[in-house]
């Protein structure tokens, strides 16, 4: 099992930054990739970011590209996203998750483990 857990996230204007992480503990892997996805009322939830545990490959939705950088710390088993020129469509719980395959995947249904979620808003 694999235990994660999200922290950072908050209010903040539009334009303004972030940086969200989520430290893993349990059976951590390392050949294992990881994501960021989101989650808006009454939508459904939404890729954000995926990460190569091994290596550090990325991976995007075209809808942040340019704007947040996935990035992990392999010392301290944490993920983070930072989040740059932050908009109100991005308000949502953000939740991390991890795979336990090295391959990156958009589909939520791809990954086996899950964090609480950390809600992040950003006002107009």
């Known amino acids: 099992q694999v235990q994660l857990v999200e922290s950072g996230g908050g209010l903040v204007q539009a334009g303004g930054s972030l940086r969200l992480s989520c430290a893993a503990s349990g059976r951590t892997c390392s050949s294992c990739a990881m994501g960021w996805f989101r989650q808006a009322p009454g939508v459904e939830r939404e890729f954000v970011a995926a990460?190569?545990?091994?290596?550090?490959?990325?991976y995007y939705a075209d809808s942040v590209k340019g704007r947040f950088t996935i990035s992990r710390d392999t010392a301290k088993n944490t993920m983070y996203l930072q989040m740059n020129s932050l908009k109100p469509e991005d308000t949502a719980v953000y939740y991390c998750a991890a795979r336990r395959t090295p391959i990156m995947v958009a589909a939520s249904s791809g990954y086996d483990y899950w964090g609480q979620g950390t809600q992040v808003t950003v006002s107009s």
């Open positions: 990460i190569r545990w091994s290596g550090g490959s990325t």
